[in-house]
């Protein structure tokens, strides 16, 4: 398998505009994490998927940001209007149970100017 | 509520030094411990793990012992080289409590020739 896949690896866009992030976990994993990483905040969970359903949204952090997954290969995170403060990077990650280890993408770097 | 405290860094080393990254966690529940590395410019991958108490988890010469006497997942390694240079990340995932992974805030280490 080839991993966790996102992309794009690197996204510039001016604020206002509509950002939307994509994913594709392990084949055969029932859970989807978004994640974002600032130098500020760290490492936060925005949301998290089990069997393309979401279980918990409470780490997004606005109306302004929005996650689907239409099925078990992929999954969105959309933000609109973006913000120079979404400038992040945005981590996915899979993981085959509730409890297991859960296995990264590369992410995408954000930036918002 | 589930937390992870890590030593914070940043921490410099010169090559085939001793290396000990502090990890202590809260829990209530019945948690399993991981530590995570990221590479510059990657995502997090897992380093180790550990499911129960008194467990080793050990790679590529790291180890750490779940303790739970002292809640705490300690990292190690007895000789530290320039290609350790990353950031470790310490995480549990409980069972009964929390049931997400819940991350520390990570410690950066570069490792000097």
């Known amino acids: 398998d080839a991993g966790v896949i996102q992309s794009p690896r690197h996204e510039v866009t001016e604020m206002g505009q509509e950002v939307t992030l994509r994913c594709k976990p392990i084949s055969g994993h029932d859970y989807l994490f978004w994640y974002r990483q600032t130098m500020m905040r760290g490492l936060e969970l925005l949301i998290y998927f089990n069997n393309n359903v979401p279980i918990d949204d409470s780490g997004m952090p606005e109306d302004r940001f929005s996650a689907k997954m239409p099925n078990a290969s992929f999954s969105t995170l959309k933000i609109q209007p973006s913000e120079p403060r979404d400038s992040a990077v945005y981590f996915c990650?899979?993981?085959?149970?509730?409890?297991?280890?859960?296995?990264f993408g590369q992410g995408t770097r954000l930036t918002v100017v | 509520g589930d937390s992870v405290t890590q030593m914070e860094g940043p921490v410099t080393l010169s090559e085939e030094a001793f290396l000990t990254i502090n990890c202590t966690y809260t829990a209530t529940g019945y948690p399993s411990l991981f530590w995570y590395v990221q590479y510059p410019g990657e995502g997090l991958q897992l380093l180790l793990k550990a499911t129960k108490a008194d467990d080793k988890g050990s790679n590529k010469g790291f180890e750490a012992t779940y303790r739970k006497e002292t809640t705490s997942f300690h990292l190690e390694k007895g000789s530290v080289q320039v290609s350790d240079s990353a950031v470790y990340f310490c995480?549990?995932?409980?069972?009964?409590?929390?049931?997400?992974?819940?991350f520390g805030k990570g410690m950066k280490l570069t490792v000097n020739p």
């Open positions: 990650a899979s993981s085959l149970f509730q409890y297991t280890e859960a296995f």
């Open positions: 995480a549990l995932s409980d069972r009964g409590g929390s049931e997400k992974l819940v």
